[in-house]
């Protein structure tokens, strides 16, 4: 699995929403069009796996700070700004970037040059991971997560913006079988014995298509593993190491759901 950052520079003065997750994936989408590289837009069809976050300056991807004026980010011309996307595997990746590079996106009227899509390693939030090395993952402790973006769940149409660890784990469980065919590992008498040892988090709304309002939490967890045998603690440690890629929660395309994860 692989995940970039595509920097772009602003092509006018002006503004975007903080919650521009779903105008991206809707700029991409008439970009693309029905191409191949278009479909990969709509890849878990297909049980392959693409994330999108919205545009964002690109001090964000280094502070995880963003300061918006009535939920606008305003800018000038020629601003650096920068989205990541997470794919499957590296043709996946490749494939998407031919498509997007020197792209012209408008956004709620502004406009965004893609100039370059970042490698793995180039930056914090430019990865890749293999089957090799996530099954090298030792089983951990501990698992620290930052909700980087609003993150939400949803049980029953209700909305769930807190992490509790049936919810994390086991919908991450559930969403790694149905996109790559992983075993799922959503055992509720195990996750309940998953503790949540400290929290700092608040509640965000996001904006998406026709005004919809979905609520995530942002901040900080820390999950406990102390109570599970070895097996188990690398059965969640593992599935915990693939979150930053295949994205947590629900409008994982749409600029929701991007987790860190450190051990």
């Not at 995940?3 to 105008?23: A, K």
């Not at 970042?118 to 090298?136: A, D, F, T, Y």
Request: charged fraction near 20%; hydrophobic fraction near 40%; aromatic fraction near 12%.
């Amino acid at each position: 699995m692989i995940s970039s950052l595509f920097h772009c520079q602003s092509l006018t003065t002006g503004h975007v929403p903080i919650s521009s997750g779903y105008l991206l994936f809707s700029a991409l989408s008439r970009y693309l069009g029905d191409s191949p590289e278009g479909r990969i837009l709509h890849a878990e069809d297909e049980g392959r796996i693409f994330t999108l976050s919205p545009m964002m300056p690109d001090y964000f991807w280094t502070t995880y700070r963003c300061a918006p004026k009535n939920g606008n980010i305003f800018f000038e011309k020629g601003a650096s700004f920068a989205f990541r996307a997470s794919f499957s595997d590296a043709d996946v990746f490749h494939g998407f970037a031919s498509g997007v590079v020197g792209a012209a996106l408008t956004i709620d009227g502004a406009g965004f040059r893609v100039l370059k899509a970042s490698r793995p390693g180039e930056n914090e939030m430019s990865r890749q991971i293999s089957v090799e090395e996530l099954n090298s993952i030792p089983p951990s402790l501990d698992v620290f997560v930052n909700f980087v973006l609003p993150t939400g769940f949803k049980s029953n149409d209700r909305q769930i913006t807190f992490p509790a660890p049936e919810i994390f784990f086991g919908s991450l469980a559930i969403r790694l079988q149905k996109i790559v065919k992983a075993e799922a590992f959503a055992d509720n008498t195990i996750l309940r014995r998953v503790l949540v040892e400290d929290h700092f988090l608040s509640s965000v709304a996001v904006r998406l298509k026709n005004n919809q309002i979905f609520r995530g939490c942002v901040g900080k967890v820390h999950y406990s593993l102390g109570a599970l045998s070895e097996p188990e603690r690398g059965s969640l440690s593992r599935l915990a190491a693939l979150a930053p890629f295949c994205g947590v929660g629900y409008k994982v395309t749409q600029g929701m759901g991007l987790v860190d994860i450190r051990f």
